[in-house]
Every structure is written in C-alpha cells, then in structure tokens.
C-alpha cells in the first residue's frame, strides 16, 4: 500500500520568514495531495490540495509544488505568521474506482516565533 | 452550512468497556470516512461509507470495531471491549459525491478516546 513519509517532525521559524515541509510517497499510482492544517483541539483543515496533473499551486502565501518523477512534494508558507502556528499533514490518494482513503504523513508541529 | 460533528469529544474508560462514537456528515454528503491518530503518530484510515454501504473497510484493525451507518446519514464506531491501544483521537470526514474524482475531505474535530 501507499506510505507517505514527512519531514521535518517539528520546524521553528521566525515571523515573517519562510517555511517548507516537504513529503515523498511511494505508490506512483497516487494522484491527489492534500495538505491540512490541525489547530489545537480542532480537527484537520484542508489548506491546500494539488493533482498530478500539476506541477505547482499557490493560493496567497501558500504554495505546493510536485514532483511526479521523484515521488515528492512540498508545502511552501511565505511571510510566516503567528496563526501559522499549528501541525502541518500531507496526504496521498488514489483517485481510482471507489478507492478515496487519504494516506497521512505523520505530521510537521511548525512553530512561528514573533 | 453546518460542519461534520462528533460525539463526544473526549472519552475515559477502562479496558474491557464498551465505547460508542457518534459522526454528524455535512448534510448531502453521501462519502464518510472514519481516520485515527495514535500516540502523536499519523493519521491512518479505518473505513470508508458510501451512502450506506460499507465501501472499503481495508482500515479497521480488528474485529473488535463496529462501524455502521443506518440510513446514510450519520454514523456511529463502536469499540468492544476497548483495549489500552485504542486510546487515540478519531476522527470523521465526509465529502460530497460517490462517483467524481478525488474531492476534498471535510474532517470533524475528532473524539478523543483514553482506555485506562
């Protein structure tokens, strides 16, 4: 099965610079990344999703780049802020059939230091 | 528009006990997906509902748990007995249509379960 590995586990950084997470997968059958934001007693949010079909997205200070070829991507959060602060998840899916499981990576606790 | 809910959001009890979690879908969605988070690690899949039907169960560990969903609308996880291992956060998600391509997942705020 899919086996999606993320790092780094925890990552601080100063306001205002810049933050990568990156993540590799292994089944190249895979087609859908989501990335999710879990605040604190809250539950995962989708911040930002790419398909293979995809090199790269960006929406404001976020942005997700792929790499169909190595099997990795990366989330990328510009002019960090204090409310970045959270733990980050990537996810992989197969968009086949009736197959719609995400597969976690195990997270990224991004602290942003005022 | 209302976001997935679940009942309750903690839980305490003791091995061997019975445990019941409740999951609210956004109304309309016919896809609900039950996820679990042990001890700070990743999130790992159970099962997955369309409508009312049980459309991969690939995710469940044991045959301990119980996932239904009468009716399609809500759906209820029940652990029994429990087992210290269960002590995690779960949480649902649920997503529009059971025939379109990959769509986005709308997590629920997870129950927290400590067995003891």
């Known amino acids: 099965g899919e086996n999606v590995e993320q790092h780094p586990s925890t990552l601080s950084v100063q306001e205002g610079d810049s933050a990568v997470i990156k993540c590799t997968y292994s089944d190249s059958a895979s087609n859908y990344f989501p990335w999710y934001k879990q605040e604190l007693g809250k539950g995962p949010q989708l911040i930002i999703d790419?398909?293979?079909?995809?090199g790269e997205k960006k929406d404001q200070r976020i942005a997700v780049t792929l790499n169909k070829t190595a099997k990795h991507f990366s989330l990328h959060i510009t002019e960090t802020q204090p409310e970045d602060s959270a733990v980050y998840f990537c996810a992989a899916s197969i968009s086949s059939g009736s197959a719609r499981q995400l597969t976690f990576g195990s997270g990224t606790q991004l602290t942003v230091l005022p | 528009e209302a976001g997935v809910t679940q009942f309750p959001s903690h839980s305490v009890i003791e091995k061997g006990q019975t445990v019941t979690l409740r999951c609210d879908p956004i109304?309309?969605?016919?896809?609900l997906y039950w996820y679990r988070r042990v001890m700070g690690k990743e999130i790992k899949f159970l099962l997955h509902f369309v409508k009312e039907s049980k459309q991969d169960e690939s995710g469940m560990p044991n045959n301990r748990f119980l996932a239904e969903r009468t009716g399609g609308t809500y759906s209820t996880l029940k652990v029994q007995p429990a087992e210290l291992e269960d002590s995690g956060v779960y949480f649902c998600a649920s997503s529009p249509g059971s025939t379109r391509i990959q769509e986005t997942q709308y997590f629920g705020p997870g129950t927290r379960l400590l067995v003891l």
């Open positions: 109304s309309g969605h016919d896809n």
């Open positions: 790419i398909r293979s079909n995809v």
